[in-house]
């Protein structure tokens, strides 16, 4: 069975980069039909995209965030990882990774799988 | 960027109750459009893709309808472990976006 687990700092500094890491176990990012990436929620709010990239390397950003978003993969060690620079207050929140499945052909493009999700504080 | 909106925001019900949810877009979408429920504490999970197709494990008094730019989450009986928010989302183009929310708590 697929398991996302993220992992980094819980609390950042305003101005510095927030980086975690998702560690995907029970199969491969290495598959044609997956895109991996990230999913954030600020406290007691709704959900916002961050991101995705493909094992192929093509990467998507939310416009929003484009500017100080990086979403990257290491095939070796089945991770991806985010990094977010020049926090503020406004990036706190639970960032969860995330598996988007794209079937070709079909009405199939959503999340799938989901990291029990780790929350981030930024704050001096 | 394509809005979603969700209504009700917050709904009360009982066990067994029959619960509708609507997820409008700001413009069509065709049917790119999963459901996820949240439960307290938890990652959202994947109820409904393709506005209407049941996601493999997921109890089947989930349905979804619709196309277009407007849609419907109905849960035909609702459970303990479906208290919780739902959240509906477009795969339509990017960026992709999710709607606010509708909160289903025990009458």
């Known amino acids: 069975q697929l398991q996302l687990q993220e992992s980094g700092p819980g609390l950042v500094k305003p101005s510095e980069t927030l980086a975690l890491t998702c560690t995907v176990s029970g199969g491969s990012i290495n598959n044609n039909n997956y895109f991996w990436g990230w999913v954030r929620q600020p406290p007691g709010e709704g959900l916002e995209w961050i991101g995705t990239?493909?094992?192929?390397?093509?990467?998507h950003y939310n416009p929003s965030l484009k500017s100080r978003v990086t979403i990257s993969l290491d095939t070796s060690k089945n991770q991806f990882s985010l990094k977010l620079s020049s926090v503020t207050a406004a990036d706190t929140g639970v960032y969860f990774c995330?598996?988007?499945?794209?079937?070709?052909?079909?009405?199939?493009?959503?999340?799938?799988?989901w990291g029990q999700g780790t929350l981030v504080t930024v704050s001096s | 960027d394509i809005q979603m909106t969700q209504s009700p925001s917050f709904l009360s019900a009982s066990v067994g109750d029959r619960v509708t949810i609507t997820c409008r877009a700001s413009?069509?979408?065709?049917?790119?459009l999963n459901w996820y429920r949240q439960k307290p504490g938890e990652a959202p999970t994947l109820l409904i893709y393709?506005?209407?197709s049941l996601q493999a494990g997921v109890p089947s008094r989930f349905s979804g309808s619709g196309s277009g730019a407007d849609f419907t989450l109905t849960i035909s009986s609702l459970q303990p472990e479906d208290f919780a928010t739902y959240y509906c989302?477009?795969?339509?183009?990017?960026?992709?976006?999710f709607g606010p929310g509708t909160k289903v708590d025990i009458k």
């Open positions: 990239i493909h094992y192929k390397g093509s990467t």
């Open positions: 393709g506005a209407s």
């Open positions: 989302q477009q795969s339509y183009s990017l960026p992709f976006t």
């Open positions: 413009q069509t979408i065709r049917t790119y």
């Open positions: 995330v598996r988007r499945v794209v079937v070709p052909g079909a009405i199939a493009d959503s999340f799938d799988s």
